[in-house]
């Protein structure tokens, strides 16, 4: 007998719809978990109130951990290299003391080994400008990256902002600046796009940038802006994304509801795409707009990405739609196709292609899913989508057709780790943003992903996180077999095959009686091996084989009898008939032919023309008698 065991986990090649049969009553951690569906890999969080970043599986126990100082706190980013680094920003807890602070502020961007030893950093915070939110690694190892560009009361009224919009007696702007790590353990400033060097205004007609907006799309309305336009937070960036084929820059403007697209080769265009709010750029009214205080816009153009249709389209989350009956979130694919040949993006009617979304998610009801802030959604090597929900910390996986292939929630709760049954709220557990790097993602190739336990406290797995303990006993006897099976994690299924075709799948297998499969069992020759096949819900198997007894007096109880066996063309049959027929069955069950009989007559020639090779069984009454077909050949 030869025995082995694993788990299955069939790596597939949401929130939201209907839940599996593998959900239980967890509230944190991994709360619904499909082996199935899931799209095999590790996901990164960093979430805000605490300052480390943690890599965790699909059963939520952490692989790896990268620690900071305990008085540090995300700025908000993190990211995995393909060398196994960690990027992250991050900056004090103490931000009493800061000459620039709002929502999403950082400080410094760090690179990290997986060892956590630090490989260089940069530090900006000042008067005169902050990082914040969001940072993008290009090809050439540069970094791009936000800083808020302080302006003064003065220098904006003289660019033409409208006085009565600077309650805050200064402005923010935005600017991008390109990092380049330095042999001394820095980073060097190699290039930087300032949106204050593309401006358009139609308040102040004195002033050398003032214009029509409308006739404008390629500059920023400088007295556009909500939620409000008096804050000095003016544009608010909160994602940036670099496209390596195309060397083109994509980020994301909430305070004016727009996603934006430089050139990075030819800064001084502008802004090669907009779309989102037309009214931003006097193109629409509040009716037109379609994005709402969107997050993390990214391309489509990761390896994975390569083969599917969706391959270059962008990917946001919409934070902000209004409903009739409240605000929800949704993700979206948005197809802003490159024209090589014009290097340019196509406009029709004043307005940046396309009209509308590519596609389009949304809970049922929309309002059962809303995050203010925060957040993000990613399109998986699978096809299957990640969905954070930023203000709860939650992590959905969902496939195509809206099944829930994992569902996890931050376990903590003021930077605390909180034990499984705690009920959270909204903002106890805030996350900036979710990545999942899937399983052959480079840097996991010599890497130690042992699993080190769940972040929460108390845990309580799933069913399909449980260990492999199955274990399988065969008791065979003439004619018949029964398996018992010990360590099961929840339901199991038995599973037994004759070469690949499965004969049965009850817990017995018997010649005789109602039950144990006796059709299929009959066919089965003295010595056969058959295998059984057991799996359990938490997606363990094990595998053994054994050899059928059938004694000859058990195996023929009849004087009915076939020859030749095997056959080819015709078989003949002889004995007593006191039957009207006699069915010829296949090995998985299926009748074949039917044979009307001659009854009374000695011998009956049974013609087996046009059926395919393979082993059957040929029933009248009560009685089996195996028969095997091959090629007239043979």
Known sequence: MTLS?????????????????????????????????????????????????????????????????????????????????????????????????????????????????????????????????????????????????????????????????????????????????????????????RAWDHLVQDFDSTKANFGVISQSPHLIDLNFGTPSSAAADWLHMNSIDYSPSLNQILVSIPTMDELWIIDKAAPENGLIWRWGNPEAHGQGVAADQVLHYQHAATWLDAPYHQNSPDFGKIAVFNNRNPGATGPYSSAHLIDAAWDANDSAYAMSNGLFDPANFDWTWTASPPTDFFSSGLSNFERLPNGNNLI???????????????????????????????????????????????VRYPAQFPAFANANLDPMGTWELEPVPLTACLPCELNVDVNATD?????????????????????????????????????????????????????????????????????WVVSDILERSSSLSIYPNPASDRVLLSGPYVNEQADLYSAAGSMVRSFPLTTGAEIQELSLHGVSPGHYILLIGTHHMPLIIVNPSH
């Open 388 to 434: 954070l929900g930023g203000r709860t910390g939650e992590i959905f996986e969902f496939t195509p057709s809206g099944d829930i292939a994992w569902h996890y929630r931050l376990p903590i709760q003021a930077g605390l780790p909180v034990a499984q049954g705690t009920e959270l709220g909204v903002n106890d557990n805030l996350l900036f943003r979710a």
């Open 5 to 193: 065991i694993h788990r299955v986990l069939v790596w597939a090649t949401g929130i939201l719809i209907a839940p599996t049969l593998l959900a239980q009553s967890n509230t944190v951690g991994t709360i619904q978990f499909d082996p199935s569906t899931f799209s095999n890999g590790y996901t990164l969080v960093y979430p805000h109130n605490q300052p480390h970043a943690r890599l965790i599986d699909a059963c939520g126990e952490v692989v790896h951990l990268w620690t900071n100082d305990s008085t540090r706190r995300p700025g908000n980013s993190a990211y995995l290299s393909p060398m196994g680094n960690l990027l992250w920003a991050h900056r004090s807890a103490n931000i009493s003391q800061d000459p620039i602070w709002a929502g999403g502020g950082g400080e410094v961007i760090e690179s990290r080994t997986w060892n956590n030893e630090v490989l260089w950093s940069y530090a900006l915070n000042d008067s005169n400008g902050r990082l914040h939110h969001d940072f993008a690694v290009t090809n050439m190892g540069t970094v791009l990256a936000i800083a808020w560009d302080r302006v003064d009361s003065l220098t904006a009224v003289e660019a033409g902002r409208d006085p009565a919009l600077l309650e805050d007696g200064e402005l923010w702007s935005e600017r991008i600046i390109e990092l380049m790590p330095n042999d001394t353990g820095g980073a060097d400033v190699i290039w930087e796009w």
């Open 479 to 547: 004619g018949l077999a029964y398996v018992d099976v010990e360590g099961a994690n929840g339901d199991y299924s038995v599973t037994w095959m004759i070469d690949d075709v499965t004969i049965c799948t009850e817990d017995t297998l018997s010649l005789n009686g109602s039950t144990g499969c006796a059709e299929n069992a009959a066919f089965l020759v003295s010595g056969e091996t058959v295998t059984i096949w057991v799996t359990d819900d938490a997606g363990c198997e094990i595998t053994t084989e054994f050899s």
